[in-house]
């Protein structure tokens, strides 16, 4: 007998299908549905969904040339209100066009030369930490994160500003989370959640505006001083090359607006997420802690590691590749299918939103051994024969994350700082529950004492 031409679906319940069951436990749900077969059906009130687990599938739709797959309309939703004229949101010629407006600005030579500066923030941050204090570990790390992507990107100082972002970004995270109540409520019915998602937005916008004249009027003066036309050539971040591509005619003021807006919160949340975890990793393996530190004493002599030290800093770099495999920010990639289209032998209709779920792939027995250990030496020297798209916790393809070396380098950098001069005791007395939103942030939130050597 040949193979169905539909994919399987688990058992669901009638009128809610498979939402209960995601609500109650989403990650060890869609690990279950997972073993069902590389791709499964799943049905949601209003939705459907493909869950794809096999690398070979993931790579095919993500690397498709063809036009046949799409952003998800899921994620176009998820971002609706705040990033509709974003590349985070927008799909073909559109797409095209802001992607290449930014990409001067993610050049790896334009990316090394903001080590400095993240160490400079990163040190700046210890220094508010008085030895034996609590902190709010998660918010400690996005105010990190935050202020160093505010200095690189925009070359703007957001120190007291920041909540303004947080709150956009909190609001965002909880209007997009599933188990939320009234989350089948459009977008448009004013509920608290989204009353609060439409302020902290509002703000969100009057505070890049604000950045955006203080950057023109630095430009103006700039060019009286030099009584010269052109200004932003010299610069090369985020915000000037956006607003280069404003002058040229090729993007609106409200679209150099969203790319910021959607650069402040890709880019803060989830490197932040990574060092949260890499701490609670950490302080579970004070024996790995304890290598880093030496590997910093061997390595980085005044305490300020630098690009040329970064690359003898082998087991940092495992540490955050291990801590992106078990905890991936980003942790599960969508896309649409814009016809209807075969794959894994299975029969797809036009419009098919797929998962791709980073979360499943990086824990899945057939390419990992023990999955759910910690084990940074997995990383060494690795020439594991796995599929490539058995990790991907930055995508892959054209799509793919944007700001990848700029994460690697500001994880790598911000935590050989943090390494040589404190340790943070992670307080958690249950094991790592999450919430299903856009982001993979830790439920509850995790407090840290900090240690100074
Ligand atoms: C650990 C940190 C990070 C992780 C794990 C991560 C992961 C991802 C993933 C999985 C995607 C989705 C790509 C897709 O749909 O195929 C993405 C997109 C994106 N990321 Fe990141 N990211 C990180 C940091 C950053 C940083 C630092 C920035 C900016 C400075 C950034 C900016 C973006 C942008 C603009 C996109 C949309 C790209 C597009 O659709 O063309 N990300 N990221």
């Known amino acids: 007998?040949?193979?169905?031409?539909?994919?399987p679906k688990p058992d669901g319940v009638p009128l809610f299908g498979h939402a209960l069951e995601f609500s109650r436990d989403p990650f060890g749900a869609l690990e279950q549905w997972a073993d069902r077969g590389d791709l499964v059906h799943l049905e949601f009130p209003g939705e459907t969904f493909y869950l794809v687990s096999d690398p070979e599938i993931v790579e095919e739709v993500l690397h498709d040339g063809d036009g046949r797959f799409t952003i998800a309309a899921q994620q176009q939703r998820a971002f609706a209100g705040i990033e509709d004229h974003a590349v985070t949101?927008?799909?073909g010629n559109r797409w095209q066009q802001?992607?290449?407006?930014?990409?001067?600005?993610?050049?790896?030579?334009?990316?090394?030369?903001?080590?400095?500066?993240?160490?400079?923030?990163?040190?700046?941050r210890i220094e508010m930490w008085d030895d034996g204090e609590e902190i709010d570990l998660h918010r400690e790390m996005r105010l990190l994160t935050l202020d160093v992507l505010a200095e690189t990107l925009l070359s703007v100082d957001i120190r007291g500003d920041e909540d303004v972002v947080l709150n956009a970004t909190d609001a965002l995270i909880d209007r997009s989370?599933?188990?939320?109540?009234?989350?089948?409520?459009?977008?448009?019915?004013?509920?608290?959640?989204?009353?609060?998602f439409r302020r902290a937005v509002t703000e969100l916008d009057d505070y890049i505006d604000r950045c955006l004249e203080a950057r023109r009027e630095a430009d103006r003066e700039k060019?009286?001083?030099?009584?010269?036309?052109?200004?932003?050539?010299?610069?090369?971040?985020?915000?000037?090359?956006?607003?280069?591509?404003?002058?040229?005619?090729?993007?609106?003021?409200?679209?150099?607006?969203?790319n910021l807006v959607a650069l402040l919160l890709a880019g803060s949340d989830t490197s932040a997420l990574s060092l949260t975890y890499c701490w609670h990793l950490l302080h579970e393996h004070p024996d790995v802690r304890r290598s880093l530190v030496a590997e910093c004493d061997e390595h980085v002599g005044d305490g300020r590691p630098d690009l040329e030290s970064l690359e003898h800093l082998e087991t940092h770099r495992n540490v955050v590749a291990e801590t992106l495999r078990l905890y991936p920010p980003a942790w599960n990639t969508m896309?649409?299918?814009?016809?209807?289209?075969?794959?894994?032998?299975?029969?797809?209709?036009?419009?098919?939103?797929?998962?791709l779920p980073?979360?499943?792939?990086?824990?899945?027995e057939r390419f990992w051994d023990s999955p759910t250990?910690?084990?940074?030496?997995?990383?060494?020297?690795?020439?594991?024969?796995?599929?490539?798209y058995a990790y991907f916790p930055f995508s892959g393809g054209p799509r793919h994350c944007i700001g990848m070396h700029f994460a690697r380098l500001e994880l790598h950098l911000a935590l050989a700082t943090m390494v040589d001069r404190v340790a943070l005791e992670v307080a958690l007395e249950e094991p790592l529950t999450f919430a299903p939103t856009i982001a993979l942030r830790p439920e509850p939130e995790i407090t840290a004492t900090v240690r100074r050597h």
């Open 335 to 355: 896309r649409k299918a814009t016809e209807p289209v075969t794959l894994g032998g299975y029969q797809l209709p036009a419009g098919a939103e797929l998962l």
């Open 177 to 196: 989370d599933p188990r939320r109540p009234g989350q089948l409520v459009p977008g448009w019915v004013p509920t608290p959640t989204e009353r609060r």
């Open 358 to 364: 980073q979360w499943v792939l990086h824990r899945d």
């Open 223 to 258: 060019r009286a001083r030099n009584g010269s036309k052109n200004t932003n050539k010299t610069r090369t971040d985020a915000c000037s090359v956006l607003l280069e591509a404003h002058d040229r005619g090729e993007l609106t003021l409200e679209e150099v607006r969203h």
């Open 89 to 91: 949101t927008t799909a």
């Open 1 to 7: 007998m040949g193979q169905s031409t539909t994919p």
């Open 98 to 124: 802001l992607r290449r407006a930014l990409q001067p600005a993610f050049t790896r030579d334009t990316i090394d030369r903001y080590a400095d500066a993240i160490v400079e923030q990163t040190i700046r």
């Open 373 to 388: 250990a910690f084990r940074p030496s997995r990383w060494e020297g690795d020439d594991a024969d796995r599929p490539q």
